[in-house]
T-cell receptor, first 111, second 111 residues
Framework: DAGVIQSPRHEVTEMGQEVTLRCKPI?????LFWYRQTMMRGLELLIYFNNNVPIDDSGMPEDRFSAKMPNASFSTLKIQPSEPRDSAVYFCASSLASVLTFGSGTRLTVV | SQKIEQNSEALNIQEGKTATLTCNYT??????LQWYRQDPGRGPVFLLL?????KEKRKERLKVTFDTTLKQSLFHITASQPADSATYLCALDVRGFKTIFGAGTRLFVKA
C-alpha cells in the first residue's frame, strides 16, 4: 500500500483565495482525521470521519473551514477565504481503530 | 480544562544513555495512550500503544509505562543513538477513537 497520500505537498496562496487540500486514506481504514500543526499550537485535531461520516468537527476553527469525505477513498479540506493565520502544515491520517497512519502533510503558506 | 503536557524544552543526551520523556494529562480517562515519532518535514509515525490496564510495554529499545492514577506516561529509549534524534509525541483517545496529541518533546542524541 502506498500509505496515506496528500496533495499538494506545498501550497502558496494569496489572502482571500480558496484553498483545497486533498487526502487519499489507506484502503480499508474506516477513520480519517485532519490535523493542523504549527509551532505555537502543536498538532491540533480539526475534524474526523468514521465510514465517511463526520463525527466531530469541534476543532474546525471557523466557518471558513469545511471538510468532506464523499467516499471511502477521498477527503478534502477547504479554506475559503484563506488568511495568513491559516499558514501551517495540514496532515491527514487514517486508521482502522486506534493506530493512526499519517500522510506527508501539506505545507500551506498564505501571503 | 483538558490538557496533555509534554516537556516543552528539548532533551539533550549522550549516545548510549537512556532518554526518558514524560507525558502528563488532566481531565481525561483514556482507554489507551500512544507514542509517535516525528522527523522534520514528515508526518508522525506510530511507535507504541499501551492500554489502561497495562503498566508497561516494550518494543526493542523502547519502553512505555502508563500510570492512570498519576495520569502520566513515561517513554524510555535505552542505549540511545544519534538516529533517535526526533520529536516524540504523546497521544490519547479522548472519546471513541478521537485522538489528540501533546505538543511533543524534541530529543537530541549526541555522538
Amino acid at each position: 500500500d502506498a500509505g496515506v497520500i496528500q496533495s499538494p505537498r506545498h501550497e502558496v496562496t494569496e489572502m482571500g483565495q480558496e484553498v483545497t487540500l486533498r487526502c487519499k486514506p489507506i484502503s480499508g481504514h474506516d477513520y480519517l482525521f485532519w490535523y493542523r500543526q504549527t509551532m505555537m499550537r502543536g498538532l491540533e485535531l480539526l475534524i474526523y470521519f468514521n465510514n465517511n461520516v463526520p463525527i466531530d468537527d469541534s476543532g474546525m476553527p471557523e466557518d471558513r473551514f469545511s471538510a468532506k469525505m464523499p467516499n471511502a477513498s477521498f477527503s478534502t479540506l477547504k479554506i475559503q477565504p484563506s488568511e495568513p493565520r491559516d499558514s501551517a502544515v495540514y496532515f491527514c491520517a487514517s486508521s482502522l481503530a486506534s493506530v493512526l497512519t499519517f500522510g506527508s502533510g501539506t505545507r500551506l503558506t498564505v501571503v | 480544562s483538558q490538557k496533555i503536557e509534554q516537556n516543552s524544552e528539548a532533551l539533550n543526551i549522550q549516545e548510549g544513555k537512556t532518554a526518558t520523556l514524560t507525558c502528563n494529562y488532566t481531565n481525561y480517562s483514556p482507554a489507551y495512550l500512544q507514542w509517535y515519532r516525528q522527523d522534520p518535514g514528515r508526518g508522525p509515525v506510530f511507535l507504541l500503544l499501551i492500554r489502561e490496564n497495562e503498566k508497561e510495554k516494550r518494543k526493542e529499545r523502547l519502553k512505555v509505562t502508563f500510570d492512570t492514577t498519576l495520569k502520566q506516561s513515561l517513554f524510555h529509549i535505552t542505549a540511545s543513538q544519534p538516529a533517535d534524534s526526533a520529536t516524540y509525541l504523546c497521544a490519547l483517545d479522548v472519546r471513541g477513537f478521537k485522538t489528540i496529541f501533546g505538543a511533543g518533546t524534541r530529543l537530541f542524541v549526541k555522538a
